[in-house]
């Protein structure tokens, strides 16, 4: 009765959704022979978010259904993770583990798996984001909560993290460090999961794939850099990836040159089209982040693959500067649905894409660079995220590149000097974390 009481007298604000929430549990499967296949036994519990991790050799096939309300769902096979990781050289791709990608279930109840061969030490990780996990004291908490702040007008409007992560706990408890890179493409995925999620799922759709990535995967954090929803939402992903260069784990072999977005849903055999709401915010988002990186949507990009299923490590390939994962990866992601309209969103996104003007120099710094004892002038192009000189003592000689930085997002500060003491002066910049 306490309890009923304090509930009715708080104060609800008004057009508030309730904050993301995602609780997660991993159980054991025990994988028995089944004609020519083997199945696990039946796991009863709440989720809406399911994926199999295991040991040792990948099975070729995996398949799963999910009950909602006493009725089973047909088997479904699922995605194998063919891609979906850091890259090879990383602190973050070490500690990761064998699964297949998050799926998405909507509220069921039970699970059971069937796989063409026994997979080792096979277990079930399944994310509850309803409210029947979550403790008391966290519905309470959801009465008061506040809206998220607009967005800045010069960019598409971008749901913050704190929009699906409100309470900042997907992270791991010693996360790799966070890398950072010259954006120089994009990558284009689908989420592999069920399409029927409502918008008020999103949230908590997205909170629960990082929660998969970071828990199960063993990842710094969610994969993606972005994420669309299919009611047209854009939401930041991997954090601080809005205007900087962070790289993901969402490509493996290609991370660390690109940012990766994910459409919600399958468009492979599925029957389901991207919605137009959708295709409209991918375009709207990658005009603006490939102005601020001045990337041409038209153009191609050759890179050295770090490691991936379609290409070994040490490939030179010749991509599109917006591709699909399947460009890079041995994977039909992001289904041949989603695939089909990627020449026409590269038209849509250079008719909106405003680049850099190539002779836009900015933050100028005088100093010795050279170490002739002659002063020269410095000064940062953003256009390619370079550092350009002029030499002092050949004042009319062109100026020349002398050093590339990953990104000038972030950096609020420049000073000259001599910080390591070589004779020669250097650039300092000053960060602050976003």
Not at 13 to 29: D, E, F, I, K
Not at 32 to 58: D, K
Not at 267 to 285: E, I, K, M, R
Request: overall charge negative; some cysteine; aromatic content about 10%.
């Amino acid at each position: 009765m306490a309890i009923g009481l304090l509930v009715g007298l708080l104060p609800i604000p008004g057009g508030l959704s309730r904050p993301a929430w995602a609780h997660l549990s991993t159980h054991s499967l025990v994988m028995e022979a089944a004609g020519s296949s083997f199945e696990s036994q039946v796991v009863e519990r709440p989720f809406t978010l399911v994926g199999l991790t295991w040991t040792g050799r990948t099975p070729k096939h995996i398949w799963a259904r999910t009950r909602t309300d006493g009725v089973w769902s047909l088997w479904r096979e699922l995605e194998l993770d063919d891609g979906h990781a850091p890259d090879l050289d990383t602190a973050e791709f070490r500690g990761q583990r064998f699964a297949t990608p998050p799926v998405w279930a909507g509220t069921s109840d039970a699970v059971q798996f069937r796989t063409s061969e026994r997979p080792r030490q096979a277990a079930v990780t399944l994310v509850d984001t309803t409210e029947r996990s979550k403790p008391l004291f966290r519905r309470l908490a959801d009465l008061l909560t506040t809206p998220s702040s607009e967005a800045a007008p010069s960019k598409p409007f971008i749901h913050p993290r704190t929009d699906w992560d409100p309470t900042d706990s997907c992270r791991p408890s010693n996360p790799a460090p966070v890398g950072y890179v010259q954006v120089t493409m994009a990558f284009v995925h689908h989420s592999a999961g069920w399409n029927t999620y409502t918008q008020a799922e999103v949230p908590s759709y997205i909170l629960g794939i990082c929660s998969y990535h970071v828990n199960t995967r063993g990842w710094n954090d969610i994969g993606y850099n972005f994420i669309v929803d299919r009611f047209g939402g854009v939401w930041e992903g991997r954090k601080g990836g809005i205007e900087k260069g962070v790289q993901g784990a969402h490509t493996q072999g290609f991370n660390s040159y690109s940012t990766g977005v994910v459409l919600l849903g399958s468009f492979q055999n599925t029957g389901y089209l991207p919605s137009q709401a959708a295709q409209d915010s991918l375009v709207d988002l990658l005009a603006w982040k490939f102005s601020i990186h001045n990337i041409d949507p038209l153009g191609t990009t050759t890179v050295v693959s770090k490691g991936s299923l379609k290409y070994p490590q040490g490939t030179r390939v010749t991509l599109n500067d917006i591709s699909g994962h399947r460009d890079a990866q041995a994977t039909a992601c992001p289904g041949d649905d989603l695939y089909v309209l990627l020449p026409e969103i590269r038209q849509r996104v250079a008719a909106l894409w405003q680049p850099i003007p190539p002779d836009t120099y900015v933050h100028p710094l005088i100093g010795d660079f050279t170490g002739d004892g002659i002063e020269d002038g410095a000064a940062f192009r953003p256009a390619d995220g370079t550092w350009w000189v002029t030499n002092g003592a050949a004042p009319t000689s062109p100026p020349r590149i002398w050093a590339d930085y990953t990104t000038d997002a972030g950096w609020t500060q420049q000073l000259g000097g001599d910080f390591n003491g070589d004779g020669r002066d250097d650039i300092a910049n000053f960060w602050t974390p976003g």
